[in-house]
Nanobody
Framework: QAQLVESGGGLVQPGRSLLLSCASS????????MGWYRQAPGKERELVAS???????TYGDSVKGRFTISRDGASKMLYLQMTALKPADTAAYYC?????????WGPGTPVPVPS
């Protein structure tokens, strides 16, 4: 049973940057992939970025060029560097890890970007 815990969320002004971190209780290369999802009020959860065991990354269209996903296997950490934040990025951000067919989720961290 893997446990994931996000940190780094909080109020951030438009145009600024924020780094989210996700700590895993198990070695991250045990996972088929890891990623960040977000859910805004009244909306469905959506993929922000993912990275598979081979290092291939995928980004949601709305964050391409602004967000970067990365990982540190030795410290069992996943990161999401967010730049040029917009009010539309306001959401709870969740760390996800997959050991197919299972999904593991962190409790989420809020990122409000005021308009």
């Amino acid at each position: 049973q893997a446990q994931l815990v996000e940190s780094g969320g909080g109020l951030v002004q438009p145009g600024r940057s924020l780094l989210l971190s996700c700590a895993s209780s198990v070695m991250i290369f045990e996972f088929n992939s890891m990623g960040w999802y977000r859910q805004a009020p009244g909306k469905e959860r959506e993929l922000v970025a993912s990275i598979n065991v081979g290092g291939r990354t995928t980004y949601g269209d709305s964050v391409k060029g602004r967000f970067t996903i990365s990982r540190d296997g030795a410290s069992k950490m996943l990161y999401l560097q967010m730049t040029a934040l917009k009010p539309a990025d306001t959401a709870a951000y969740y760390c996800n890890a997959k050991i197919l067919p299972y999904d593991f989720w962190g409790p989420g961290t809020p990122v409000p970007v005021p308009s």
